[in-house]
């Protein structure tokens, strides 16, 4: 174990390193500018700084490339997310107007069964259309409804705007309907409110013009409304009941009506777009649907 002296002399010897540190720091630091150290150090940076700016511009395309891929995989990740965003919102807004559309067809279906107009004592089914044929679609479309669901031949079928068909053939789980816009359909009409009588065919080529022919008993106006008339024509024998709404008379020609016993109608339903409609039953619906041609 060191004695007292020893100790005294190795704490001097420690003092005096470190006041003579001290003084090399001070000195240092406190030298000026044109000092031997910091000469030193300003040759070598003015050595190495073209060697630096060398080395910066030579590592700057890397550098570039490196930060483009960064930013292109960003990029592509961004527009990814994007991608997938946009398509979940055309997705949500599709299923919005599909579901609006929906509503706004059954509420007219709603609307049109409790009006006072509606024909009385028929039962409603409502029924999707679920096939619709690309070269006919003006003639004839597929529901979802069939004979297990009370659905028979030479049914009425209805939108929430008026009359668009009949059910003309029927399974177990699905009916065809045919429109009226068919070349084969026909339908025993009246006049509101003068009465005239008449019969609704379509016109060939033309989905959105009726033409109401063989009329009797009465002139007819532009503008008047045309309903099933619930009763047989001298030519055709009814297979609707009373009241259901058509089409509107658009254009009532004079010599064409004198000549030919006929006006254009402009359906009240739009056959091209509709995807609920309403069977309707409760009344003898089991007539005959052809329109004799006039003798000689």
């Not at 940076?45 to 060697?51: M, T, Y």
């Not at 065919?201 to 008339?229: H, M, N």
């Not at 016993?261 to 052809?290: M, N």
């Amino acid at each position: 174990m060191p004695d007292g002296k020893t100790v005294r002399r190795r704490r001097a010897v420690l003092g005096g390193l470190v006041a003579l540190s001290v003084a090399l720091l001070t000195v240092f630091f406190g030298e000026a500018a044109s000092g031997p150290l910091h000469g030193i150090q300003r040759g070598a940076q003015e050595v190495l700084a073209p060697i630096e700016l060398g080395a910066s511009r030579a590592l700057k395309p890397v550098r570039d490339l490196v930060g483009w891929t960064g930013d292109t995989f960003r990029a592509k990740d961004e527009n990814q997310r994007l991608r997938t965003e946009l398509s979940r919102v055309r997705g949500e807004l599709a299923h919005e107007q599909t579901e609006r559309r929906d509503l706004r067809q059954l509420e007219g279906l709603a609307r049109f069964s409790g009006d006072p107009a509606f024909p009385e004592g028929m039962r409603q089914l409502t029924a999707r259309v679920i096939a619709r044929s690309p070269q006919r679609w003006y003639s004839a479309v597929d529901i979802d409804k069939g004979t297990s669901d009370g659905v028979a031949r030479d049914q009425p079928v209805i939108t929430g705007d008026g009359l668009v068909g009949r059910v003309s053939s029927v399974t177990s789980g699905s009916a065809r309907v045919t429109l009226i816009t068919d070349s084969d359909s026909a339908v025993s009409a009246q006049v509101l409110p003068d009465g005239a009588k008449g019969v609704v065919k379509p016109r060939a080529g033309r989905f959105d013009d009726l033409l109401l022919d063989y009329i009797q008993d009465g002139d007819v106006r532009e503008g008047a409304t045309i309903v099933t008339s619930g009763s047989t024509h001298s030519r055709l024998e009814s297979l609707f009941p009373r009241g259901i709404p058509i089409g509107r008379v658009r254009r009532a020609d004079p010599a064409e009506l004198e000549g030919y016993q006929q006006v254009h109608l402009q359906p009240f339903a739009d056959l091209r777009r509709f995807d609920f409609v309403q069977v309707l039953s409760g009344a003898a619906t089991s007539e005959r649907a052809a329109v004799e041609e006039p003798g000689p």
